[in-house]
Nanobody, 120 residues
């Protein structure tokens, strides 16, 4: 089992920055594909950024050029650096870890979420 704990959320003004962290308890972090999702009130959960085991990254269009996902396998931690924040980035941000168990199947692990509010 893997436990994921997010931190780093808070209130920030438009144009500001935040860095989210997600620490994984467990010994299999290095074989997990990691991702950040977000969910705003009344909306479905949205995939924001992904980073593979090999550190390849991908982003949803609305955050490209502003957000950066990274991982530190030595610290069992994945980060989301968020710059030039906009009010529409306001949401609960969730950390996700995905383990490939073969035959096209995956096991997903989720953190509890951290609130990010962008407002003046």
């Amino acid at each position: 089992q893997v436990q994921l704990v997010e931190s780093g959320g808070g209130l920030v003004q438009p144009g500001g920055s935040l860095r989210l962290s997600c620490a994984a308890a467990g010994s299999i972090f290095s074989i997990l594909h990691m991702a950040w999702y977000r969910q705003a009130p009344g909306n479905q959960r949205e995939l924001v950024a992904t980073i593979t085991v090999g550190s390849s990254t991908d982003y949803t269009d609305s955050v490209k050029g502003r957000f950066t996902i990274s991982r530190d396998n030595a610290k069992n931690t994945v980060y989301l650096q968020m710059n030039s924040l906009k009010p529409e980035d306001t949401a609960v941000y969730y950390c996700n870890g995905r383990r490939n168990v073969g035959l096209g199947r995956y096991v997903d692990y989720w953190g509890q979420g951290t609130q990010v509010t962008v407002s003046s």
